[in-house]
C-alpha cells in the first residue's frame, strides 16, 4: 500500500486508537438503548451521563448545559435558529468569512424574512474589526444575535472570545461562537467565558465522526431542534449516539492532557513548513495572521498561478499527498474558497492549506516541500 503523507488535519483527524478502545464495549457487548430500564439500558446511560460530566468538566460547564449532537452543523444551526426563534433575536451579526454551516443558515433566516442579517467587517490580514462589531450593534433597533467563529477552518485566525462576549453584553446581544476547530485544540473556561453558545464535532480532535456537542449557557432557555423523545433532557430526540458519544468524551480527554506538547510539537511543524516553502519557493505567501492571533494546527499558503500551479491539489493528490484548496465541507468540485475570496482576491494565487497533527512529522513536511518544487 502507497504511503500517503495527510496534511488535512482541519477537516477531519485520523481516530486515535485509545478512543477507539474506549468505544469497543460499546460497539459489541454493551449495546443496551441508554432509554431502556433494565441494565443494559441504564449501563448505556451511565455511559452517557459520565461521557458528559467528563466534557463539562474540562470545558468548565456545568453537565446540564452540555448536550450531545450529530456534529458541529448541527450545533450551530440548533444555536442560530433558536436565537431567531425562542430568543427573539431578529437582527444577526456575522463575518462573511464564517463556516457555511453559519453562512447558509444565516442566509436562510434573511430569505425567510426571519432575520435581518449585517456582516462585520474585517482587518487586512482577516480578523473582525471588533469596532465595526460595537459600531452596528451600538445602531441595531432590534435584539441582535452575534455569530463569530473562534477560529477560521482556512486561514486559522483566532477571535477573542471575551472581548467579543464583554461587546455583546453590553447591548444585551446573544452570542455563538463556533468553536469547531478550538474544542480539543484550545483550553476553554467557560463559567468564566461571556458567551451564550459554542460547538464542537469529535472528529477534529482525533474522535469518531457524526458526533458533537452544543454548549448552552444555563441562563439560556430554548426549545427542541428534533422532536420525538426525551433523549438530551428532551431538547434533541432520537436514540443517543452511544459509543460516538464516549468516544468524543475520551478524545477530549486525551487533546487535554496532551494540549501542551501537542500544541508545541504542532507549531514546530508549522513554523518549519513556512521556513522551508519561503527559501525553496518564490513568490509564496501565506493568508491571515500567520503567527500571531492565529490557530496552530492551520497554514493557508498562496502559490504563484502558473499553468502547473493550477492543477496544484490534484497533483499532490497523484503525489499522495492530502491537503485542501480551502474548506473541504464544500467537497467535490471546488468552487474555490469563500474566505480566500474575501481577503486575498487576488487571481493569481492557488491557494492550498495544509493542516497539522501530533501524527505528522518533520521529514513528512520536508517530503512535501520537495514535491511541490518539482510541481511548481
Same mark, same amino acid.
Given at each position: 500500500?502507497? *504511503? ?25 457487548? *454493551? ?96 480578523? =473582525? ?50 468553536? =469547531? *476547530? ?28 457524526? =458526533? ?40 477530549? *480527554? ?43 494546527? =492551520? ?78
Amino acid at each position: 500500500m502507497v *504511503q500517503r503523507i495527510y496534511l488535512d488535519n482541519a477537516a477531519t483527524t485520523p481516530l486515535d486508537a485509545t478512543v477507539l478502545e474506549a468505544m469497543m464495549p460499546y460497539l459489541t457487548e *454493551q449495546f443496551g438503548n441508554p432509554s431502556s430500564i433494565y441494565s443494559y439500558g441504564r449501563e448505556s446511560r451511565l455511559a452517557v451521563e459520565n461521557a458528559r460530566k467528563t466534557v463539562a468538566k474540562i470545558l468548565n460547564a456545568h453537565p446540564a448545559e452540555i448536550f450531545f449532537t450529530s456534529g458541529g452543523t448541527e450545533s450551530s444551526n440548533t444555536a442560530i435558529m433558536a436565537s431567531v426563534r425562542e430568543l427573539g433575536c431578529k437582527h444577526i451579526i456575522s463575518s462573511v468569512i464564517e463556516h457555511h454551516a453559519t453562512l447558509h443558515t444565516v442566509e436562510f433566516l434573511k430569505h425567510n424574512g426571519e432575520a435581518e442579517v449585517s456582516y462585520v467587517k474585517l482587518t487586512e490580514n482577516g480578523h =473582525v474589526n471588533l469596532a465595526h462589531l460595537e459600531s452596528i450593534l451600538a445602531e441595531s433597533k432590534e435584539k441582535c444575535l452575534v455569530t463569530l467563529m473562534h477560529a477560521n477552518n482556512e486561514i486559522g485566525n483566532c477571535l477573542n472570545l471575551h472581548e467579543v462576549g464583554n461587546i455583546c453584553k453590553k447591548y444585551k446581544a446573544i452570542f455563538h461562537s463556533d468553536t =469547531v *476547530q478550538t474544542v480539543g485544540h484550545f483550553p476553554f473556561d467557560l463559567r468564566n467565558t461571556p458567551v451564550h453558545f459554542i460547538t464542537g464535532a469529535g472528529h477534529k480532535f482525533h474522535g469518531p465522526k457524526g =458526533v458533537g456537542i452544543l454548549y448552552v449557557n444555563e441562563n439560556v432557555k430554548i426549545k427542541p431542534f428534533i422532536h420525538g423523545g426525551s433523549q438530551e433532557r428532551n431538547m434533541r430526540a432520537g436514540t443517543e449516539n452511544l459509543y460516538g458519544i464516549v468516544g468524543f468524551a475520551k478524545a477530549l *480527554q486525551l487533546a487535554t492532557d496532551h494540549y501542551e506538547a501537542d500544541k508545541a510539537y504542532i507549531l514546530s511543524l508549522k513554523k518549519h513548513m513556512a521556513e522551508q516553502l519561503k527559501a525553496e519557493i518564490p513568490g509564496v505567501a501565506f493568508n491571515g495572521d500567520v503567527f500571531g492571533n492565529s490557530l496552530y494546527t =492551520v497554514l493557508s499558503v498562496s502559490f504563484p498561478k502558473t499553468e502547473k500551479s493550477e492543477f496544484l491539489l490534484f497533483n499532490l493528490d497523484i503525489n499522495h499527498i492530502c491537503a485542501s484548496g480551502g474548506s473541504a465541507c464544500t467537497s467535490g468540485a471546488d468552487a474555490g474558497s469563500h474566505v480566500i475570496r474575501a481577503i486575498n482576491n487576488n487571481p493569481n494565487q492557488v491557494t492550498v492549506r495544509f493542516s497539522f497533527s501530533k501524527n505528522n512529522t518533520l521529514a513528512e513536511i520536508d517530503e512535501v516541500v520537495a514535491k511541490l518544487k518539482t510541481l511548481l
